[in-house]
């Protein structure tokens, strides 16, 4: 899995707490819908949206949770948001 860059990837707003921003890979970042957080990438998909996917304790704001697709939550790492 890829490791956090220190860095958020937003250039727009974003509810994603700083501190998560800076931990999540970059394409956890962009796999996000930009009404969640701004990447910039005009990539809004929202499939499997609507729901949480997770399994336990998650760091991941509910409204966050239950507006990305289940792809992007699956690939946060399991002591952020448990999915497995």
């Known amino acids: 899995m890829s ?9 727009g707003d974003s509810i994603v707490p700083q501190k998560l921003q800076e931990v999540l890979p970059q394409k956890v970042e962009e796999k996000v819908p930009n009404s969640i957080h701004d990447t910039g990438d005009g990539a809004d998909t929202t499939g499997n949206a609507g729901v949480s996917h997770t399994t336990g304790d998650s760091v991941v704001p509910k409204a966050a949770q239950e507006a990305v697709p289940k792809q992007a939550e699956e690939v946060l790492p399991e002591k952020v948001h448990p999915t497995n």
Do not use: E, F, L, R
């Not at 956090?4 to 250039?11: E, I, K, P, R």
């Open 3 to 11: 490791q956090g860059t220190d860095a958020s990837h937003a250039v």
